[in-house]
């Protein structure tokens, strides 16, 4: 048996096949040509001599085709190599990169009319902020995702370590509900003074996290830094974020001792709010009546807001009785009459896709509320039971339970979790006091959906996770 193998030009493929023989020695087309090679069997892949091959053909043929010769070697056939530039056309929104304009930008003056994005976009294709235009950002900037713009464009300045810049920046994050970019902010500094603890403590009690303040704040002790009388300031603040009264008297009363610093007003009002938030009204104005100075309007102010808060109302006026007394100026601000309340006026801001939509209570019989209604069998055997108390209207238990449904956190929640990717954050904005009955709905909803949904509410941040919230169910 021989091989013959024949070569097509479709890449430099080599196809084989075997046949006999034939008995008669000429060939009867003179035009076929047959290459004759030894059996792939015995063929050495590194022969001693030059790999030949012999033509067979007919003798009246051509005599090259009778010459021995050593193939010609076939080269793949290449594709054609297109080459194109890059095109930089701006979009519709976007500036020219070309256009020389761009130099004469005044990013300043967009920051003043409030132009964030714009500001950014010009910033993204060349052009360059100074230190008044980061600082300008940073204050107007409420939005995570601007946030984490201007944050990478900082790192690319000559002061992106500067301490004054990222204290704003961790002020900023804070104010965007996240703690846990702030916290990057704070790691990656290589030096740390008062200023940048004092904002990360700030930024963990105003999102409902003071616990956290507070083992930052024995965290900045035990590294040797000093405290000062704003670092009593904030970790009050941080105690009483979360309820720790044992921990913010015990910071109070060794204040003296221990750092010789002398309380002020400002340490008189946080130990205040400290008890007061916990429902210790009581011992909050007999706190009050053990100053060694006259108490002030912020000491009376707190009180009054705190028992509003938890409804003493003779405590209330009596402290805002006293208030007016200190201050006159405060009886015009606080008895303001307030606009007409509307019908539909609860609104929650739902940030998801770097959009912000608007749900109202109104809208009931929507999809968000379909998806409301299908996580009702799940949230129940999860132990989730109704709390009517928050429903004032005069009807049935049903028909209450069923009102419960329709808050405009709980559609926001719900429209958040059909239109984003599992597992992503939800932000809600919420311009009423979020009510009991949606803070225990809404723990168990983290539960089973594990997300984690920050709420921000009129008085503060709620972080939901794995069923339970920063703040420790007092707000």
Known sequence: MASVTWLQPTNSTISSTRFKPRPTASNPNPHHLFLKTQPFSSFNPTPPNPFRTSAVNNPSTNSRYTRSSPPRPTRPRSKPVFKTQPTNYPTRN??????????????????????????????????????????????????????????????????GRDIELNVKLIEMFAKCGSTRDARKVFDRMPERDLRLWHSMINAYAANGEGSEGVVLF?????????????????????????????????????????YGIVPEVEHYVGVVDVLGKSGHLNEAVEFVERMLFEPTAEVWEALRDLARVHGDLELEDRAEELLVS????????????????????????????????????????????????????????AGYVPDTRYVLHDIDQEAKEQALQYHSERLAIAYGLISTPARQTLRIIKNLRICGDCHNAIKIMSKIVGRELIVRDNKRFHHFKNGKCSCGDYW
């Open 326 to 381: 200190v201050d006159p100026s405060k009886a015009s601000g606080d008895k303001m009459p307030l606009p007409p309340r509307k019908k539909y006026s609860e609104i929650n801001m739902l940030e998801e896709r770097n959009k912000v939509s608007e749900y109202r209570c109104i809208d009931i019989y929507g999809v968000s509320y379909e998806q409301s209604k299908g996580l009702r069998g799940q949230m129940r055997e």
């Open 218 to 258: 024995e965290k900045m002790r035990s590294e040797g830094l000093k405290p000062d009388k704003e670092s009593v300031a904030v970790v009050l603040g941080a105690c009483a974020s979360v309820g720790a009264v044992e921990e913010g008297v015990r910071y109070f009363e060794s204040m003296e001792d221990e």
């Open 94 to 159: 976007e500036p020219n990169v070309g256009d020389p304009s761009l130099k004469d930008v005044d990013l300043m003056g967009l920051c003043k009319e409030g132009k964030v994005e714009e500001a950014l976009e010009y910033m993204g294709h060349g052009v360059s902020a100074d230190y008044g235009v980061f600082c300008a950002l940073m204050e107007l900037c409420d939005g995570l995702k601007f946030g984490r713009k201007i944050e990478r464009y900082l790192k690319l300045t000559p002061f």
